[in-house]
C-alpha cells in the first residue's frame, strides 16, 4: 500500500449563530455553511493512489499525501454522529485549532513531512518516486533505486515536474495550460486569455532580457511543495493577451516559495499562475482541493513577484484601467489605484500609527450609514510585494481578505466567490453588491462572536513561519461598518445598537426591544472595538441607576430573563434565586407539613368576571379553576374564610367542592383588601394619576411609595398575622384556606418573602395570579414561616 497517497481528514463539523431568536448569549437563526465537494483526488487514482503510466524507467508517481479519519481516529465510515450546530454566542479555546465554528469543512492533514532526514520511511520499490518534505532543511526528498535523493539532484538527472498540486519525477509530457481552477471564472474576463488572438509579434522574437532572475512566494495560506509556477508573457500589442511563450517551476518546499535561475522575456508583462494546495486558515489544514491564483505583473524593475488574493482579485482591474487608457498607459501605471480599490472594497484602514505611511483611513466604494471616507495610500507598494508574513499592515490586510474569500469554502467555492467580486470590482473600482456583502459580514460576525478568530490565528501560528499579522482589526471593522455602527471610540463607548441593516439575516427590523434577532452589539470602551454585546449589557442597556435598593427589571431583550441592580457595584446583574423567590406548588407545600404543623392558604380569589363590585362573581374557568385546586387537598378538613365579596366566597365554595369538604361561609371584613389603606381618596387620586391600583399597589409593596395614602407595609404586615391570622389558626385542624384580593395579597407576599417574589407590577409588568398568594404555616412551638405559594401553574400573570 502507497503510504503517500491515504488522505488524513480528521473531520471536524463547524457551527452557526441561531441568530433572531434567543440567541446564540447570541443569535437563535443558523447561517447555512455552504456545502463543500467530497472529492479529494482525480478519477485516474487507481486503488492505492498510483498513477500508472510509466516515463522511461521511472514510475510517475503522486504525492498526495492523505486517510479519512474522524476526530478520534477512526476511519469515516465508523464516525460518531456529529455535534449539532452551536450559537454565535459561544466561544472556542484561546489556544485551540482546527476547523473554526460556522465552517463546515474538513481538516486535511500532509502526511508527506517529516522532522528530519533519519525520520524517512524506507525507500522501496513500492515508493518509488515517492516524495517527503524533510523540515529540518526544507527540501523534499525523492524515493528513487533505493533511495532517498534531495530534490537538487533529482531536478538534475531525471527532472521533476508538477501538476494540480502533485509531484512527478522525469521531465513533463504535456502542457497544462488547462489545468484545472476548480470551475471557477477568469477575474479579467476576456482579457489575456484569447487564443484566437494573433501575438506572433511576442511568439516569435527574440528575448530582450536574457537570464533574468524571479523568486516570489505563491499564498493563499502558503502554496504547498508540488504547486506549479508558470508565466505567460503578455502581448502589449495585442492588448496584453496571452502569447505562447510560458515558463514553468515548481514549488519544493514547505512555504510557498518558487524560483527561477534564469528566464529569457521577449515582454515585461507576465501573467504568473499558481496552481496546487495550499494551506487553509480557517481549518489550519490543507486545501481540499487545489487551486489557481493568478498575478498580472510589470517584471521591468523588479525581480519579485508575490502571487496572493490581492495580485488575483485585482488582475481584471488592471487590465480594464490600462484598456480604459487607449492602452496607452503600462501596467506599473495603474498597479497602486487597483490595489488601493480593492483594498477599500473590504474596509481596510491603516492605523494611523502604523509603519505604513498611510495618512488617512482607507474607505471605497460601500457607504453603509453613509460614514466619511477617505483616500487609502499604500506608499507605492504593489499588491505582488505583498506577503503574509512581513510584519506590517499590508500583512494583515492580505490575510483577512484571505480569510473573507473563504466566505463559501476553500476549494473551488473559494476561486468561484473571488472572482465574482473581483468581477463586480473591475469595471468602476467598487464592490457594489450589497447582498453579498451583508451576508459576508454576517459570517464573518459569528466567527467573530464565536471565538473563531483566536482559532485562525492560532492555526497560522501552528505552521510557524512567522508572527501572524494583525488581521482580526480588519475582519472587525468590515461587518461592523456593514451594520451601520459606526467607527467605536471614547465618544460612544459602552452604546449597545441591534443590526439595522435590513440585508443581514440578523435584522432587528422591530427595534432593539421587539421580538426578533437577540444578537446585540458593544462598543468596548477599552478595545474601541464592536464586539457581541453579554447578556447583561444588552438586557440592561439604558436602564441606569436602580430607583431604589433590589430593584428587579425584565430584560429589554430576553424578556423572560430578571436583572437586579446591585447596590454595592452600583451594576446591574442577572439575578439568582437569592434575589428571586419561586411561587412554590401548593399542594407540595401542603405535602411537606411537618407533623404537628398547620398552614393557612392566603389567596387571591379565582378567575373573576368583569364586574369588579362586591357582586361580581367567578366566571366558569373560575370555578374549574378553584375545584382543581381543592382536588390538591382531597380528604382534608379545610377551615375557610372569605372576605365580604361575592367571588371569594364562591371560590371557596369551588375549593371545597373539589377537596370533597364541607363549606360553611365564614366571612372576615379585614380580608376585603383594604387592610393597608390609610387614605382611600388619596389612594383613589393616585391610582388615577399613575397608571393604575396595580401600580400604586406594586410600588408601595417594594419602594415605600404613597405614605400619605398606605399605613407602614412593615407594621401592619405584622399586625395582621398578630389581630387576624394567629387567632384564626385555633380553628384550623391542618389546613385553613382565606380568600382575599390582589391589593391585600400582592403587599402582604412581599413583605414575608423579603421582597424575593416577583410581583414588580411597575418594573417588570409581573401581577399575583388567580389562587396564588402566602401559605403562612405554624410550627407545634408556635413559630410562623412564610412560603409564597401558587394553586395554577403560575403564581404571577405577566399584563
Not at 487553509?280 to 498575478?295: F, I, R
Not at 468581477?423 to 460576525?445: F, P, T
Not at 501552528?462 to 471610540?489: I, Q, T
Not at 395582621?720 to 394567629?726: D, L, N, S, V, Y
Amino acid at each position: 500500500m502507497n503510504r503517500l497517497f491515504w488522505i488524513i481528514v480528521s473531520v471536524w463539523f463547524a457551527f452557526s449563530m441561531q441568530a433572531c431568536s434567543g440567541s446564540s448569549s447570541s443569535s437563535n437563526e443558523e447561517v447555512d455553511p455552504d456545502e463543500i465537494g467530497d472529492e479529494y483526488g482525480d478519477d485516474d487514482d487507481d486503488g492505492d493512489g498510483h498513477r500508472g503510466r510509466s516515463s522511461g524507467s521511472r514510475w510517475e508517481k503522486r504525492s498526495s499525501g492523505v486517510v479519512q479519519k474522524d476526530s478520534l481516529g477512526r476511519p469515516i465510515s465508523s464516525a460518531a454522529d456529529p455535534d449539532k450546530p452551536g450559537e454565535p454566542g459561544s466561544t472556542t479555546s484561546s489556544s485551540s485549532t482546527g476547523p473554526v465554528i460556522g465552517v463546515e469543512e474538513p481538516v486535511i492533514e500532509d502526511t508527506t513531512a517529516v522532522v528530519d532526514v533519519e525520520a524517512l520511511p524506507e525507500c522501496t520499490a513500492q515508493s518509488e518516486g515517492e516524495s517527503f518534505l524533510v523540515k529540518s532543511e526544507n527540501i523534499l526528498y525523492f524515493c528513487l533505486a533505493g533511495e532517498w535523493v534531495p530534490s537538487e539532484e533529482v531536478s538534475q538527472s531525471t527532472g521533476i515536474s508538477c501538476r494540480d498540486g502533485k509531484m512527478y519525477t522525469g521531465a513533463e509530457d504535456e502542457d497544462d495550460s488547462g489545468s484545472s481552477t476548480g470551475g471557477s471564472t477568469s477575474p479579467w474576463g476576456n482579457f489575456g486569455g484569447g487564443n484566437s488572438v494573433n501575438t506572433a509579434a511576442v511568439d516569435t522574437a527574440e528575448p530582450r532580457i536574457v537570464g533574468a532572475h524571479l523568486v516570489g512566494v505563491a499564498e493563499k495560506g502558503p502554496f504547498r511543495y508540488g504547486t506549479s509556477i508558470k508565466l505567460i508573457e503578455l502581448d502589449s500589442t495585442q492588448h496584453l493577451a496571452d502569447s505562447k511563450r510560458t515558463h514553468k517551476t515548481c514549488i519544493l518546499n514547505g512555504d510557498g516559495n518558487y524560483s527561477f535561475d534564469s528566464v529569457d522575456y521577449v515582454s515585461p508583462y507576465l501573467r504568473v499562475k499558481a496552481n496546487g494546495y495550499y494551506r487553509s486558515e480557517l481549518t489550519g489544514g490543507l486545501s481540499p482541493k487545489p487551486v489557481t491564483l493568478e498575478a498580472v505583473v510589470d517584471v521591468t524593475e523588479k525581480d519579485t513577484v508575490n502571487v496572493n488574493i490581492l495580485t488575483h482579485m485585482e488582475a481584471g482591474r488592471v487590465l480594464k484601467l490600462v484598456e480604459n487608457s487607449g492602452n496607452n498607459q503600462p501596467i506599473r501605471k495603474v498597479k497602486a489605484q487597483a490595489l488601493r480599490e480593492i483594498l477599500s472594497s473590504f474596509e481596510i484602514q491603516w492605523d494611523k500609527s502604523s509603519g505604513s505611511g498611510s495618512t488617512g483611513g482607507g474607505f471605497g466604494g460601500w457607504n453603509f450609514g453613509g460614514q466619511q471616507q477617505q483616500q487609502l495610500t499604500t506608499d507605492g507598494r504593489f499588491a505582488e510585494d505583498i506577503g503574509l508574513f512581513d510584519g506590517d499592515e499590508y500583512s494583515g490586510a492580505l490575510l483577512a481578505i484571505s480569510i473573507m474569500m473563504q466566505r463559501k469554502g476553500s476549494g473551488s467555492e473559494m476561486t468561484s466567490y473571488a472572482a465574482g467580486i473581483a468581477d463586480r470590482i473591475k469595471g468602476n473600482g467598487n464592490w457594489d453588491d450589497n447582498n453579498a456583502k451583508a451576508d459576508l459580514a454576517d459570517w464573518l460576525m459569528v466567527l467573530d462572536t464565536s471565538g473563531s478568530y483566536a482559532t485562525i490565528r492560532n492555526n497560522i501560528a501552528s505552521w510557524n513561519m512567522g508572527e501572524v499579522p494583525a488581521f482580526e482589526k480588519h475582519l472587525k471593522r468590515f461587518w461592523s461598518r456593514a451594520y451601520n455602527f459606526g467607527d467605536c471610540g471614547t465618544h460612544n463607548a459602552d452604546t449597545v445598537k441591534c443590526i439595522t441593516n435590513s440585508l443581514s439575516a440578523y435584522f432587528c427590523g422591530g427595534g432593539y426591544d421587539q421580538p426578533g434577532p437577540t444578537v446585540r452589539f458593544i462598543c468596548d470602551a477599552q478595545t474601541h472595538e464592536w464586539r457581541a454585546a453579554t447578556a447583561v449589557e444588552k438586557d440592561t442597556y439604558g436602564y441606569g441607576k436602580g430607583e431604589y435598593p433590589g430593584q428587579i427589571k425584565n430584560g429589554r431583550v430576553d424578556k423572560e430573563k430578571y436583572y437586579v441592580y446591585d447596590d454595592a457595584t452600583k451594576k446591574w446583574r442577572v439575578a439568582t434565586s437569592d434575589d428571586i423567590q419561586e411561587f412554590e406548588d401548593l399542594e407540595d407545600v401542603y405535602k411537606s407539613l411537618q407533623p404537628g404543623e398547620k398552614v393557612i392558604f392566603f389567596l387571591r380569589h379565582a378567575k373573576r368576571s368583569d364586574d369588579t363590585g362586591k357582586k361580581g362573581h367567578l366566571t366558569d374557568d373560575g370555578k374549574t379553576q378553584s375545584q382543581d385546586v381543592g382536588a390538591k387537598l382531597k380528604g382534608e378538613d379545610i377551615y375557610f374564610a372569605n372576605s365580604t365579596y361575592t367571588r371569594s366566597m364562591e371560590t371557596c365554595e369551588n375549593i371545597a367542592k373539589g377537596a370533597g369538604a364541607s363549606y360553611s361561609e365564614n366571612t372576615i371584613e379585614a380580608l376585603d383588601g383594604e387592610w393597608y389603606v390609610k387614605d382611600n381618596s388619596k389612594l383613589e387620586q393616585y391610582k388615577s394619576n399613575n397608571g393604575g391600583g396595580w401600580v400604586v399597589a406594586s410600588e408601595y409593596a417594594y419602594k415605600g411609595s404613597y405614605s400619605d395614602a398606605f399605613y407602614d407595609l412593615q407594621n401592619y404586615s405584622e399586625n395582621f398575622i398578630t389581630e387576624i391570622i394567629k387567632p384564626e389558626f385555633a380553628n384550623v385542624k391542618k389546613v385553613g384556606v382565606f380568600i382575599s384580593h390582589d391589593m391585600f395579597v400582592v403587599p402582604l407576599t412581599a413583605y414575608f418573602t423579603d421582597k424575593k417574589v416577583n410581583l414588580r407590577y411597575f418594573d417588570t409588568k409581573q401581577w399575583i395570579n388567580y389562587l396564588a398568594g402566602l401559605a403562612i404555616i405554624m410550627g407545634k412551638d408556635g413559630t410562623i414561616r412564610y412560603v409564597p405559594v401558587r394553586g395554577l401553574d403560575s403564581g404571577t400573570m405577566t399584563m
